[in-house]
């Protein structure tokens, strides 16, 4: 039953409050300390907070009235996309017709756009990537921009590459080896150290926002969170130039992540061309979300795995228009990139599985452990790798970001070249380790006559991997966190996979291998690396479905599937039992971004919105009586809230409406124009001469005479923003207000009784980036 | 701005209406003709439907709440569950420990039962739909209760089977070859019409919910929609008994579909066991989302389909813990199934494609064509199926259910006899024109002298099937359409592959050919059938993403992803030109249940609640002065609505709350219950005395003297549900209103002007069921 039957409800609140342990003069904050599960953080409050700049006083844009560090309220997008296509629809005559086409059409322009330029800035990139990576380790004869696949191109599978030479061959080629070997040592580290430099100084120098994997900040992009520069050109164009050099680097990063960042920026960058999509801060969304789909299609070469990903972990609405625009703009991605076929293998799978995926029932078990080692080592691996930020802020680190990447990868560089599995690239690597014995095999994977050092090398492999990963995630320069939280899975899976063959072929009567066949072949450890990737992956991220089918595209590995959704699963509850929040939420937290999850549930009905909300005696409101121009337009000047509710009188505080900041500005500047208006003549919300109004409203609401009504006013705010706030009784429990916020994009709730404002909740808008 | 603040609002209202050509006068539907694209029959006139029952009047439970033909409010069952929580929560000591972990391990129990049953159920459904199939060709001598593959088991591959005796062998062993030829098709069609009629008429007589392919009910049952007996255990056996009478009749229908209903049947009996997930409306809703999931994963052998398959085209909400119950469901029923194996193979996919997947640029263009004309049929089906159900309406032929299932068993046996393709079953039709021609051909599809008479059958096959299965998707029995689409799309597939073959055989220098291969193989028909099959699919139902992973998972063709990901893109885009509906919203249409589809958009901002909302004075309310228990006990036999707003006099009209029927009854029967309470004790639904209320409201509100006032009632209303109606201005426009009832589950929505109720939406609940 609701207590909004109470009556005044002072004396049922008091007696909550105190039973809370608190008095109603304590901040609503300190309450909440006593229900730590609520996201308590994410309401502010004062009602809204002052933005920086003044927003320019006519422009009508939803950008205007949307600045940086502020958060966007779908309703309201929604509203003005709305009273857009009203206007456009009562265009007349064939110039109708065609705009209307015209804006039909162009979110799917954009879109192909998009995937188009996506798709070739990817090819871009993996050609420099390789060309970079192999500039380290030598140089082609006469041409040196050619990386060593091109140098060596139309040679027989058995032909050595003579024009491709390293540089130990270059520098020391009749000398010593000893020589030699130094030479190549020295060069590999110079370079590695040189690259990360450049990459980190063009990413401090030019665009900040470049560093890291950019994910955690779509993610709250999408959200609704404003963040300028953070889609610019300048970070799209350092981003591409730092990525390569960074993967170059030799650093433990991938380029997975940053690619959904390029995309973004790529669809921010085509989207300047469309005015109307860019402007309304949710359709401009949607349109990212597509743009994020491409940006793992062209990833992993995993279109669908690129939808399911921006449906699952990236996107807070997901409407059905995009998710089509996901689908083309993923699809026309990944087939620019098939077409353009940097790797020259027509095939989008970066790393096939060429194992025959014959599975026993008794393998189920290792799986079931691989998934529960990915979650613990997830957990594991986001606790060190947020300390390491707590340290580096705290250290003073975070002043000296190039040195620190510069440092980073020298050292990477000296371990790194001592232990065959870290120095090849780790995409090669994960080729390897997902492939079974039948082919070639560079790195003695399938030594039979020496499977111990071999697990002993993997398993060193993966911890000195988590180690370099967790301090380079975070580090000054752009870096993914997917591929190695791959590569360290495959490590750890593999070598999970070869102790299990050494356990059948040491004990191949034993009753646990009663399953396998007479002839030996049982155990196939490159599905053990698949399944551990999978772990691992599932424990750092927590994604789900778009994990499995990401892998699935990825490996073509398809009879395991029950196999990874079961791994992936494990390891995702075993992750969440230690924290429920992935890296990337972590990421979120500890930048503190303002992020309404809306994924999390809060079941819990004790708290009220009254017991949150910001009481209406400390909003700012306008009313129906005693307002001038004058008056007006000093509250515009001397208040920065983004709004305000709008009562009969201040007396009797009915809910009138609320009108948004922006539009208060747009109609004040109108009615300016009208030369009778003066700065002392009064203003109405209300569109209809006062006396209309019924006797049985409150006496308190005496007509007043309104000699000039300025109507216009009325007109212009109805016009400009046909808003109507959400408005809530004061007692429904927040568990339901959160729903709300989450499921109808909100920005703020009015919470009413009986008809009168008693406060206000507003989603938190947080400061802007405290870091890097 | 907000329409609320005109004042009575009567001019302006009335300008609106006349410039809609209306005056208010007339109804809200009539007023609405004009919007065609809004969904103005989901929001019922009268504010509930009477129900037919008497609810129990003491039963608390929210099944009682929700009698069958309604529709449950997720918000409110959400509200029940959030109070049983904390009632759980409060509970002290080892036992409240032990109460909630047991709480919290039942979904995760019932789900997995539900998985092991829904795999064990699908086995034996497969086992027996091959025996009653190979039996109307022959049977295994001595052993009559044994498949063609059961007994003919262990015979080496080139062996003749003796113990598996064709009809015409048994009947007719020494005579005539055309005798023998005759016997066999006479038996083939008693048979088939045996089978027929004996599904359809168990489904008559025990199990009327049993017929068709459960999955429209399923997905409105999910929306809120109450339905009793859908899911009852008669109809399980029923269906479950049904359905391979009616897979062996040879009829063209598809078992998969069907596989859905069972599944959430076995979930329903499961859940049984378990009290608080059944009578929770929201919770067994989750659930059952889970069970559709294991239902498709056990039909497609596709358990990452199956999630996706309940996530995008059943569920209307899927928090993330449903995900997560659907992931574990669908694993477990397809683990179950592959431990069973009743196929023998060890596979679950079911129709591997084993050609090598290589394609050229060209074939873009013969497959967007495919993906144009699956689009193209599956509107012209769907459009097919429903005029052929209003004739079997208008016709009187529904009268005769078994009598027109038995017909149409005969008259697809003489069709089907006629044509190799049409006689195999489905199933098996669909391996043979996955496959490419490098394995065994047993129908002659890899014939290259006789392409043209293949390509014929090939079109007739598709074109009879089409004709057949849109009369038989319908008609009184279990049947599912996705097979037969598939079969559909395969045909024609294949044989436009073969036309492409032909055509490059004939013109191999043309310059479209010229990517292909100097040798000759270019053309690989089998993905064209592949592709068809999905753009067949995608166009009768108009799934996407669930459907291309299932088609993924079903035949492990992995590299043709993106062409197929574009087929069914473009076949959605083509069948949703015609028509908005894929084939299961048609037959919701059809049967007149009530559907929010929460995928729609309405973007329309003229249309405001106001216009269409049921005004307050049609409304009946309970207010807080005046009421005695035997008015309320009068109001309850009186008027069937599920509940009544509470204003806070019956002049003012102020909304204080909402109460439902439920609560109220259990309120009155607990106060009854009290000595002092009579029949005319007064009731109020306020907590505190009257006085407390501050002055600054109405003074219509007198203070009343309340000399007994029974509080008993107050607090009963309160623990019988939390529930804060949600309230909106009269002036939200209904976009917005349709939105929050799709994105929250709401039943209705109360509608105010500065705090005065001024109306009130309602979902609509439809007549059950009108047909069959």
């Known amino acids: ?92 005559g064939l110039r109708g017709v065609l705009a209307r086409l015209l804006d039909a059409s162009l979110p799917w322009l954009a879109v192909v756009l998009t995937g188009v330029c996506t798709g070739v800035v990817a090819s871009c990139l993996d050609v420099l990537s390789a060309w970079l990576g192999d500039l380290r380790l030598g140089a082609c004869r006469d041409m040196w921009w050619m990386s060593r696949g091109l140098c060596c191109a139309g040679l027989d599978p058995g032909e050595t590459c003579r024009a491709w030479r390293t540089w130990g061959e270059i520098a020391a080629a009749e000398k010593h080896v000893v020589a030699r070997a130094l030479a190549q040592y020295g060069i590999y580290m110079i370079f590695a150290v040189l690259f990360a430099l450049t990459s980190s100084a063009f990413v401090n120098v030019f665009a900040p926002h470049a560093f890291h994997t950019g994910i955690p900040e779509i993610k709250v992009l999408l959200g609704g969170y404003v963040m300028s520069g953070f889609l610019s050109p300048m970070t799209l164009v350092i981003k591409s130039l730092g990525l390569p050099l960074a993967v170059a680097s030799g650093l433990n990063l991938g380029a997975e992540g940053p690619l959904v960042h390029v995309a973004c920026c790529i669809c921010d960058a085509v989207l300047r061309l469309f005015g109307t999509l860019r402007t309304n801060g949710a359709r401009h969304r949607e349109i990212l979300s597509a743009a994020a789909a491409a940006g793992v299609s062209v990833a992993f070469g995993a279109p669908l795995g690129g939808v399911l990903f921006s449906l699952e972990e990236i996107s807070t609405f997901f409407p059905g228009s995009t998710l089509w625009q996901s689908f083309v703009c993923a699809i026309v991605a990944a087939v620019t990139l098939q077409y353009i076929d940097p790797y020259n293998t027509g095939k989008l799978a970066l790393f096939e599985v060429t194992a025959s995926q014959v599975w026993r029932g008794f393998e189920l078990a290792p799986w079931l452990l691989l998934g529960l080692a990915g979650g613990v080592w997830g957990a594991w691996f986001i606790r060190l790798n947020e300390e390491w930020e707590r340290l580096r802020r705290a250290s003073g680190l975070k002043n000296w970001p190039v040195t620190e990447v510069g440092a980073l990868a020298l050292f990477t560089a000296v371990v790194s070249y001592l232990i065959v599995f870290m120095r090849v690239p780790a995409s090669e690597l994960v080729v390897n380790l997902f492939q079974d014995c039948s082919g070639v095999d560079p790195y003695g994977l399938c030594d039979s006559s020496n499977t111990s050092s071999v697990v002993f090398l993997l398993l060193v492999t993966a ?11 975070g580090a000054s320069i752009p870096a993914g966190v997917i591929l190695p939280s791959l590569t360290i899975g495959a490590c750890a899976g593999r070598a999970v996979g070869l102790v299990m063959d050494q356990l ?16 030996g072949a049982c155990i196939n450890p490159s599905i053990y690396a698949v399944v551990g990737a999978a772990s691992a992956l599932g424990g750092v991220t927590r994604m789900t479905i778009s994990l499995v089918v ?40 500890l930048r503190n971004y303002p992020f309404l999850n809306t994924k999390a549930e809060y079941r819990r009905d004790t708290v009220l919105a009254r017991h949150v909300m910001t009481p209406s005696n400390q909003l700012v409101c306008v009313s129906d009586e005693g307002w001038t121009v004058s008056r007006l337009e ?14 009969r009188t201040e007396k009797d505080r009915v809910l009138l409406g609320y009108v948004g900041r922006a539009e208060l500005q747009e109609a004040l500047a109108t009615i300016r124009q009208v030369p009778e208006v003066t700065a002392s003549t009064p203003c109405f919300f209300t569109p209809s001469p006062r006396a209309a109004r019924p006797s049985r409203s409150s006496p308190a609401a005496s007509p007043s005479p309104a000699p000039l009504p300025p109507r216009v006013l009325t007109d212009c705010v109805r016009r400009a923003g046909a ?18 916020f989450q499921r109808l994009g909100l920005r703020f709730v009015l919470l009413t009784r009986q008809g009168m404002l008693m406060g206000i909740l507003t989603k938190m808008v947080g400061l802007h980036r405290d870091s890097g």
Chains 1, 2 share one sequence.
């Not at 911890?463 to 995630?473: D, E, G, H, N, S």
């Not at 059948?504 to 002839?519: G, L, Q, R, S, T």
């Not at 000093?634 to 009562?647: A, D, H, K, M, S």
Request: charged content about 15%; hydrophobic content about 40%.
């Open 463 to 473: 911890f000195a991997k988590t180690l370099l990963t967790a301090v380079t995630f």
């Open 1 to 92: 039953m609701p207590a909004a039957l109470d009556s005044a409800g002072a004396p049922q609140q008091q007696h909550d409050l105190r039973s809370a342990g608190l008095s109603r003069s304590s901040t609503y904050s300190e309450y909440l300390q006593g229900f730590p599960s609520f996201p308590s953080h994410l309401f502010a409050s004062p009602p809204a907070h002052p933005h920086s700049g003044t927003p320019s006083p006519t422009s009508r844009s939803s950008s205007a009235s949307n600045p940086s560090g502020s958060s966007i309220d779908w309703t309201r997008e929604y509203a003005l996309e709305r009273a857009r296509r009203a206007a456009l629809a009562s265009l007349p």
């Open 723 to 740: 808003q109507i706030p959400v408005q809530l009784s004061q007692d429904t429990p927040m568990e339901v207000v959160v729903q709300m």
């Open 550 to 589: 990401i892998l699935f595209e990825l490996t073509g590995a398809i009879d395991i599937v029950i196999q990874l959704m079961m791994a992936v699963m494990v390891a995702k509850f075993t992750g969440d039992y230690f924290s429920k929040n992935g890296i990337y939420e972590t990421w979120i937290n």
């Open 504 to 519: 059948h072929k040491a004990f191949p009567e034993n009753w646990i291998f009663a399953d396998c066949p007479a002839d």
């Open 634 to 647: 000093g509250l515009l000047e001397q208040e920065y809230y983004r709004g305000f509710p709008i009562v």
